[in-house]
């Protein structure tokens, strides 16, 4: 009697429906972006490593990430489909806004990349811009504790970044005040995703040094509101800002 295959684990059928659609010309890169992606989504806030018990696997995976197709917009093209497709159905979406600076303290200059930490020029890092689509439930009120039923995450909208540019030579550690760059991730992700215009336009708040969140609220099947009844965005946005946020683990 032959025994019955098993199901597929919930994080390799997720990663298969959100990863599979990668922008790859090689159908084995592809295969190795869902391997991966299951892997992390079983084990999120991990290194490359962790997830993995083979050291090819370990390898490919670095392999993987260093060819010159790897960029996150088609790493995450059938992951942000999907989330277009959701956005567009009946219903409200949250479009949640999360600015952090990456950097990577004592980390030595990586070719190609320049400092990406502390030096004695001051923090370099980066900027990484994200905007992640969730479903707000409807009308709820708060449980007898306070708390707010979880919102279903759909995924990523949007994500941009910005490599911050190096102190002149000869000047203090005290950076001199930016000029407001022509095109910001925050405004390159806007005419992706396309916000709301007002008054719809997303509320932002600022969180901390290095973090600026925001809500911004879209309808299907009915006026748009500003914010929608007892949405509070400390709810959902954590004031913490840190390099080491995991993914979502998969909401099926």
């Known amino acids: 009697m032959e025994r019955p295959i098993p199901p597929e684990p919930e994080p390799t059928r997720w990663a298969s429906a959100h990863f599979a659609g990668a922008d790859l010309a090689d159908v084995r890169r592809v295969r190795r972006v869902v391997r991966i992606a299951g ?3 079983d084990r999120p806030g991990r290194s490359i490593p962790a997830p993995f018990e083979d050291r090819y696997d370990i390898k490919a995976a670095y392999h993987l ?3 010159a197709d790897a960029t996150p917009e088609r790493l995450q093209a059938g992951h942000r489909g999907l989330v ?8 409200t979406s949250l479009l949640i806004e999360d600015t952090t600076v990456i950097s990577y303290p004592g980390r030595r200059p990586v070719p190609g990349l320049g400092t990406v930490g502390y030096s004695g020029r001051g923090q370099t890092g980066f900027h990484l811009h994200t905007v992640l689509a969730a479903r707000w439930p409807g009308q709820v009120r708060p449980d007898a504790h306070g708390r707010r039923p979880a919102l279903e995450v759909l995924g990523l909208a ?4 910005d490599v911050r540019a190096p102190l002149p030579a000869g000047t203090t550690r005290r950076r001199p005040p930016a000029r407001k760059p022509t095109d910001p991730p925050t405004e390159r992700c806007a005419k992706k995703v396309k916000f709301p215009r007002s008054p719809t336009r997303p509320e932002r708040r600022r969180l901390g040094p290095d973090v600026t969140s925001g809500v911004g609220v879209r309808r299907r099947g009915g006026t748009a509101r500003a914010t929608p009844p007892g949405l509070d965005i400390r709810d959902f946005a954590s004031p913490r800002s840190s390099g080491d946020a995991s993914p979502p683990r998969p909401t099926g």
């Open 39 to 41: 892997a992390w989504a």
């Open 84 to 91: 277009a497709e959701a956005l567009r159905q009946r219903g």
């Open 65 to 67: 990430f260093d060819h």
């Open 158 to 161: 949007d994500q941009q970044s």
